[in-house]
């Protein structure tokens, strides 16, 4: 049961997720403050209006306050990812302070891809696509999901989809329950 929703029929982002968002976290922190270290350095040390000593400091509370925020918001967004599987079709709810619920009918889905960058390969995950009929580069994507959790998505929308909406898939198991 995720903190988004008390229903249980939803469910949560396994704990693989959670360390996959927050490295994610930590290299865009890490990142972002070695840019700023690097325009203070440029602009205000080199020219003499700052010195190292606070150089160093600016640019390390800065790339702290990022990184503490960051683990933050990437807890609090996996906590609030669920996904859901049944008769009607997808559905995905996510969102911090914008919560959304995104419902994909099994009627709608053209196709399903899966994607795996290098970490969801090396964290056993992977990430669903999943395409609809009606507009242009119409889809949905929901990351984090266990490899084999987005295969089962994949082939009960697929397997729905090829008989021509006629029967019903069972609902997945929701083999993500880590965290």
Do not use: C, K, N
Not at 23 to 42: P, Q, S
Not at 147 to 176: C, H, N
């Amino acid at each position: 049961m995720t903190a988004f929703d008390p229903d249980a029929s939803f469910h949560p982002l396994p704990g693989a997720a959670l360390t996959a968002m927050r490295i994610g976290v930590v290299a865009l922190a890490l990142g972002l403050g070695l840019a700023l270290a690097l325009l203070l350095f440029l602009v205000a040390v080199l020219r003499g209006e700052l010195s190292a000593t606070t150089w160093l400091l600016v640019a390390g509370g800065y790339t702290l306050l990022l990184l503490v925020a960051g683990w933050a918001w990437a807890g609090a967004q996996w906590r609030r990812t669920g996904w859901r599987l049944d008769a009607d079709g997808l559905a995905i709810r996510r969102g911090v302070f914008w919560r959304s619920e995104t419902l994909v009918p099994r009627s709608r889905v053209q196709h399903v891809d899966l994607g795996h960058g290098p970490l969801d390969r090396r964290l056993g995950l992977a990430g669903l696509t999943v395409h609809t009929a009606g507009t242009r580069l119409a889809a949905v994507r929901l990351s984090g999901l266990e490899q084999a959790t987005a295969e089962a998505l994949r082939d009960a929308l697929v397997d729905e989809g090829e008989a021509g909406g006629s029967r019903r898939a069972a609902p997945v198991a929701g083999a993500g329950h880590g965290g």
